[in-house]
């Protein structure tokens, strides 16, 4: 399986999880939100927003257009951070290392 086919698994994984948990949204945030230039819009969305309507977007269009993925980037400390404290992120998270690691 290559990276990019992996990567599309588990961002497929991803999205099922979030709806699974409720925390998946019909309605895209502000355009001014999405346009926040803090790293994961920590000013503008809740982390779970981020993955939605930035992470997984960006990463299915990259995969449509054939362009080049990103590598070397690493989302699971942050995520660990603002979910510490909540046990039921825990298989949020083991998606989110997953997808660090196949970005590896």
Same mark, same amino acid.
């Given at each position: ?22 925390? %998946? ?16 819009a920590i ?6 927003? %981020?993955?939605? %309507? ?28 603002? %979910? ?10 083991m998606l ?9």
């Open positions: 399986m290559t990276a990019t086919t992996q990567l599309f698994s588990l961002l497929q994984q991803l999205e099922l999880q979030l709806q699974h948990a409720q925390l %998946w949204s019909e309605v895209p945030p502000s355009d001014e939100a999405l346009a926040s230039t803090q790293p994961f000013d503008t969305l809740e982390p779970e927003q %981020w993955l939605q %309507w930035i992470f997984i977007a960006r990463i299915k269009a990259m995969i449509a257009s054939g362009a080049a993925l990103p590598k070397g980037f690493s989302m699971a400390p942050y995520f660990v951070e603002v %979910w510490k404290n909540d046990a039921s992120k825990s298989e949020l998270l989110i290392k997953q997808i660090d690691e196949v970005c590896a």
